[in-house]
């Protein structure tokens, strides 16, 4: 037989009364050695880990930091705010001191104040960046890459064997691939002038397909790229064995049929001034001439990443049509799918040369930069704020009067918005939970 009782309200507020505490313990713990704790995915799943308690207490515990993490993927550096936020919130919805109404007026309020237009300095960016990695080196790193590459410019984080911690810009078209590891060699980078780069809108199953272009790129000691969906395990040998002999200098790369590059072999198509072979439309690889195959000035690859340089190719029409989509898309995520093709295509990526020294410091080092550049979008886009002189035009966020620091001003909002939503779901469900007996 089974009996049910209603979960006693006390037993109910430790689990959020200890979720301020379990925050600190995490930040605390998750990188001790240097002094500051993310909350990535790997700090979030650590915290899930402390949570400890009878059911009704890991349930709020677990609900409040879900919300925490959802808080700090829509605005960077907000999680610990929408933590204290809602553990206040929801004692003071639950002692009826105040109402999810007034919450609802408040976030109104607050979003229209924060929606204010602002500028930020570049002093300003830099504290933002470095309240949010603690990390002065990696701090500067990313605000010197953020001049060099510009807004709509490619940032990307590398592990270089060396010793020096370095930024460098390069100008050109750049492209999130797969990559053969393989034919990167030790320092992790292909690179070439006068590239020919050869595209196939398909599969290229077969050696002999591409035997005649091999061989004369190995006669002209001509450099080639080929880009296409995918390779027979015949096609990567025998391209693999020439290379590993030195007699041609060649980079097989994927392009996956995915939703986010499902159209990057068009925009590298324009970029590149090249023809795609398409075999649906009854194109054949083996058909294609070796004499009318684009060449590009530069081409340079790293694991995940290809970077085209051709100076002489205008894709202004290309980038307005593809703006144009985008202005008249209601869709979201075909909305961001192309805007990231723009970016794509902004001709400026800049490289942040991360030199850590163990395995251990490498994560957290990567941890670091991603976790500044989110903010550095954030607080670039939306402007930041001083949390002090914030509270003191909105009351209700007292319980973060305490951090005496300038946040973005969209990760504050993120970390109400976050706050009272979890406020209302604990809220409603705190009366109805009950015990198996």
């Not at 507020?13 to 993310?38: P, R, W």
């Not at 002093?123 to 309240?131: D, H, R």
């Not at 709509?152 to 390069?170: A, D, F, M, Q, W």
Request: neutral net charge; charged residues 25%; hydrophobic residues 40%.
């Amino acid at each position: 037989m089974h009996y049910t009782k209603l979960v006693r309200n006390n037993e109910y507020e430790q689990g959020l009364d200890s979720s301020i505490e379990l925050f600190k313990d995490v930040s605390m713990s998750q990188n001790m050695a240097y002094g500051q704790g993310l909350m990535t995915k790997r700090a979030f799943n650590s915290l899930k880990n402390l949570i400890a308690g009878s059911g009704v207490k890991r349930l709020a515990q677990g609900m409040l930091l879900e919300s925490a993490y959802k808080s700090e993927q829509a605005g960077a550096n907000s999680a610990d705010l929408s933590v204290l936020l809602a553990n206040n919130f929801i004692r003071g919805v639950k002692s009826k001191q105040i109402s999810l109404d007034y919450l609802n007026e408040e976030y109104q309020k607050l979003k229209d104040f924060l929606s204010l237009e602002t500028s930020i300095s570049k002093e300003n960016l830099f504290k933002s960046i470095y309240s949010a990695t603690s990390n002065q080196r990696l701090s500067s790193m990313i605000v010197e890459a953020l001049e060099l590459s510009g807004v709509e410019g490619k940032l990307y984080p590398i592990h270089t064997r060396g010793t020096t911690y370095s930024v460098e810009l390069i100008s050109g078209f750049n492209f999130e691939i797969s990559s053969y590891p393989e034919f990167y060699g030790n320092a992790g980078k292909w690179e070439a002038e006068n590239v020919k780069v050869f595209i196939v809108d398909g599969v290229i199953e077969r050696e002999s397909e591409i035997y005649k272009i091999l061989h004369s790129c190995i006669a002209e000691g001509q450099a080639i790229v080929f880009i296409a969906r995918g390779y027979g395990e015949e096609v990567i040998a025998t391209i693999g064995a020439n290379v590993e002999r030195g007699i041609i200098k060649c980079l097989p790369i994927r392009i996956p049929y995915e939703l986010e590059s499902v159209n990057f072999i068009t925009d590298i198509a324009v970029c590149s001034n090249s023809d795609i072979v398409t075999p649906l439309k009854g194109d054949m690889v083996v058909t294609k001439e070796y004499e009318n195959i684009a060449t590009v000035d530069n081409v340079v690859s790293r694991l995940g990443h290809l970077t085209i340089i051709n100076k002489n190719v205008n894709i202004g029409n290309h980038l307005r049509h593809l703006r144009e989509k985008k202005d008249n898309q209601d869709i979201e995520k075909v909305s961001d799918v192309l805007n990231k093709r723009i970016q794509n295509l902004a001709a400026r990526s800049v490289y942040l040369r991360i030199a850590s020294k163990t395995e251990q410091e490498k994560q957290y080092e990567f941890e670091c930069v991603d976790y500044g550049l989110r903010t550095a979008k954030s607080a670039l886009e939306y402007g930041v704020i001083d949390i002090q002189e914030l509270c003191k035009k909105f009351d209700i966020l007292r319980p973060i009067n305490h951090i005496t620091e300038e946040r973005p001003r969209k990760s504050i909002l993120s970390a109400f918005y976050h706050a009272l939503s979890i406020t209302k779901t604990l809220c409603s469900i705190s009366q109805a939970i009950v015990i198996d007996l």
